[in-house]
């Protein structure tokens, strides 16, 4: 029952999303668009991780739109995750029905479902972090080598997923080394020399996976990192040259007046915004029965250093990102790594209502209900549309639009990049700020069409004004189209 409705879920998505993301639309997408054209400097562009979008070029070789097979991975991943969680919560609930139903709690979960199966590296990243989990806890019961060589290869895939998890290495590592020393049938000295071999062989493993990134990185920038996002961070650390790179995927407009983002938070607001993203990525209700989960496991006295592993990954993971960027979806990890004691608690519930059958029945009705509305939430991207109108003006412009001279593509300037994607066209990121974009206005007039929402008036202002822009008739209530006259039939 849990992975076919984790099929069928990713189904939906699989057919019928329209809707992406902003980082799907600006680098993902058009990064898998970038491999099967053999375009190599934007397919694995050093601004962002390239696993996803590697796996989807592969896919999208066979004929499969790119965005479809950016999905198809995600959830590949999503699906990938249930039997490895299975061996995880195992361990902790001791009992196979009990690990199946805890699965079924992760794949009905709203967020995960959201952020899983709509092209995001998110379903990535929690897959590695559970097959380390899994395989971290592997080692308290037998140490194999087998199990040493595939943590070095999750690792690195982890890495490559999200680059910023690299510092999940050293971590999971000394997890590693710590239930190799808790096992006392072997005196002190063999366990260190098995600690130093077998944390060896997974650092090496890793570094070799990885190490064709780090040469690209290294080859182009003069800094061996896994993103360019890593290069600020290196130089402070180590004597790397700092070589100037700059992608081709985007064409990013100059802002010479620089205008507070009112998105950016300080302070205090950071923190609050972490809290806020902490909560909602462990998913409210989860996160309650986890809390209480918590409580009773700690009275039973058991399993605690490897509860401590999961709260530690939780905690390291806020850490990382509350200095980076917030956002609900890079915290989903916290739900699964909660999830044995958010089990624990339904069940202690479960075991409550036991006592009399009509409280049982209802209860059951009560727990199809809630994941039927879980499931229904979740998949809202797939089924709502709202954001239809940027796939119908992309395709627009790319079915009656004009065709530039020599096979160029089309470049379309507009604040989302969901309009180029679907167009086929070269995203130019302008402002959305009348001042810089009155400053930008000079690049503008090399784009093909720039795309204004109705809410931005100001712009719309300015662009009326030029006469080589002609807005036209043909649009979306909540879309403007211009077309630049005088550029290149």
């Excluded at 089924?383 to 160029?408: A, C």
Aim: net charge positive; with cysteine.
């Amino acid at each position: 029952m849990t992975v076919a409705s984790a099929c069928f879920i990713s189904a939906l998505h699989i057919f019928f999303c329209i809707d992406l993301y902003d980082d799907i639309a600006a680098w993902y997408a058009p990064m898998t668009r970038a491999f099967v054209r053999g375009e190599w400097d934007n397919a694995f562009t050093l601004s962002v991780p390239v696993l996803n979008s590697t796996l989807a070029g592969i896919f999208s070789l066979s004929g499969m739109e790119p965005f479809r097979a950016l999905v198809l991975v995600s959830c590949l991943f999503y699906v990938a995750s249930i039997p490895v969680l299975f061996q995880v919560l195992r361990y902790f609930l001791k009992r196979d029905d009990y690990a199946a139903w805890g699965c079924f709690l992760y794949v009905v979960a709203p967020k995960i479902i959201r952020f899983s199966c709509t092209g995001l590296l998110n379903p990535a990243k929690n897959f590695f972090i559970i097959a380390a989990v899994a395989l971290i806890l592997t080692a308290t019961k037998r140490l194999k080598w087998t199990n040493t060589f595939l943590l070095g290869i999750v690792l690195a895939g982890l890495a490559l997923a999200r680059a910023e998890t690299i510092i999940f290495l050293p971590f999971l590592v000394l997890w590693y080394a710590y239930f190799i020393f808790a096992d006392k049938k072997i005196d002190v000295p063999r366990r260190l020399v098995r600690i130093f071999v077998h944390c060896l062989v997974i650092t090496l493993v890793f570094f070799a996976c990885v190490s064709p990134r780090l040469y690209q990185s290294y080859k182009l920038t003069g800094t061996p990192v896994l993103d360019i996002r890593q290069a600020n961070y290196a130089y402070k650390v180590f004597p790397f040259s700092r070589e100037t790179y700059s992608q081709k995927l985007i064409i990013t407009v100059p802002r010479e007046t620089e205008v507070p983002n009112p998105k950016l938070h300080n302070g205090w607001e950071m923190i609050w915004q972490g809290i806020e993203c902490f909560v909602r990525g462990s998913y409210s209700l989860y996160l309650v029965l986890a809390l209480f989960g918590i409580y009773l496991w700690w009275k039973r006295k058991e399993n605690r250093p490897e509860a401590f592993m999961l709260f530690s990954i939780v905690i390291i993971n806020a850490a990382i990102l509350i200095g980076i960027s917030n956002s609900v979806r890079y915290y989903t990890i916290n739900s699964i790594m909660l999830l044995p004691f958010t089990f624990i608690a339904i069940k202690s519930a479960w075991d409550l209502l036991s006592v009399r059958k009509s409280l049982k029945s209802l209860a059951v009705f009560l727990m199809i209900a809630i994941a039927s509305l879980q499931i229904i939430n979740g998949i809202k991207k797939a089924i709502t549309h709202e954001y239809d109108f940027e796939y119908k003006v992309g395709h627009w412009i790319r079915n009656g639009g004009k065709t530039p001279v020599n096979g160029k593509r089309l470049v379309i300037a507009a604040t989302q990049p969901q309009y180029s994607f679907w167009a086929d066209a070269v995203w130019m990121n302008i402002s959305e700020n009348r001042i810089q974009f009155a400053e930008q206005l000079e690049v503008i007039r090399k784009a093909d069409f720039v795309v204004l929402g109705r809410e931005q008036l100001d712009a719309l202002a300015i662009l009326r004004k030029q006469k080589e822009f002609n807005q036209l008739k043909q649009m979306n209530k909540r879309a403007i189209i211009f077309v630049n006259s005088k550029g290149k039939q």
